[in-house]
């Protein structure tokens, strides 16, 4: 017997009601789990045990106050049972670098052991970052190394005299407008910045040092900028062994006994609270489509007759 229109219509209500109810409990669900279980989700987002804590950078390094502060807790955590950082990073800021050395360096002191991987890339401020770990890891043709600081500008005027444009400026002090696009460098300003550059090196040179376990007259040789491969950067003792992070993970059970097969989650800038939303987001939005697809609302179903 052939449905009557309205019990038809009804039929599908009830099922789009259905459907957005269900979407509403898994958001509730993951809601509930991220301030109930705060304590005891993994970077991930899912409950569980003893993890190893991966921390994956690469792009430009930057000052990242909320990377930070997982890195931080991390650190506090008694499920965390080490830190393996992946570099991939042609490098970035110094204070950025600074950040996550220290933040690293924080995490060893609180007993947990450190060890980086270095990718495809691992330079200047991205070599920077491996240097708190206890042994560092890079592939044969990893490029690293680039110890150094580097100030860039540009000076136009030249050409602005030529297009007949001239820049005006008014300034508290000498160097407030040091270095400038729309003049050249004074010798002041030059004397100025040479000596905020040469103070930031010194900075990178003791990291080196320190986290080398080599006196400054040997890294010093080695700070002129220049980059280098993996087997280089051994051969240099820059690097401790080529591998990646299976040799990392090997490293970490023979050291220090993390089990080779315990699960290892990504450290992330978002909080708990902000993954777990995200996720029941998702899930809730899966939840929907496959209601508009079951009523064939969805593109690539058939329409409602």
């Not at 970035?92 to 690293?104: D, I, M, P, R, S």
């Not at 002129?224 to 490293?251: F, P, S």
């Amino acid at each position: 017997m052939a449905l009557e229109p309205d019990l038809l219509l009804d039929r599908r209500r009830l099922k789009r009601q259905l459907g957005f109810w269900r979407g509403a409990l898994i958001l509730g669900v993951l809601l509930a789990a991220a301030f109930l279980w705060g304590g005891k989700l993994t970077p991930s987002g899912m409950l569980g045990g003893e993890y190893i804590a991966r921390l994956p950078l690469s792009g430009t390094i930057t000052d990242d106050a909320k990377l930070l502060r997982q890195i931080e807790s991390a650190s506090r955590d008694p499920q965390v049972r080490a830190i393996l950082v992946a570099i991939d990073s042609p490098g970035g800021t110094v204070a950025g670098g600074e950040g996550l050395h220290a933040a690293l360096l924080a995490a060893r002191a609180a007993g947990k052991p450190v060890v980086a991987v270095m990718g495809g890339t691992a330079a200047s401020a991205g070599y920077m970052v491996a240097l708190p770990a206890e042994r560092i890891f890079a592939r044969e043709a990893t490029l690293t190394g680039s110890i150094g600081v580097i100030l860039q500008s540009f000076e136009v005027s030249e050409l602005m005299g030529r297009l007949g444009l001239h820049a005006e400026s008014l300034t508290s002090g000498p160097l407030k407008d040091q270095p400038s696009p729309f003049r050249p460098l004074t010798e002041q300003g030059r004397t100025s910045l040479a000596a905020v550059v040469d103070d930031m090196y010194r900075q990178f040179v003791a990291m080196v040092a320190s986290g080398r376990h080599m006196p400054e007259e040997q890294v010093r040789a080695l700070a002129d900028g220049r980059v280098m491969t993996g087997r280089q950067a051994v051969a240099a003792g820059l690097v401790d062994a080529i591998g990646g992070e299976a040799e990392a993970r090997r490293w970490l059970s023979e050291t220090h006994g993390v089990p080779a097969g315990l699960e290892m989650h990504d450290i992330e800038a978002r909080g708990l609270a902000e993954r777990a939303f995200s996720r029941a987001s998702a899930s809730l939005w899966q939840a929907g489509i496959a209601t508009l697809r079951a009523e064939g609302w969805w593109p690539g179903t058939n329409l409602p007759r």
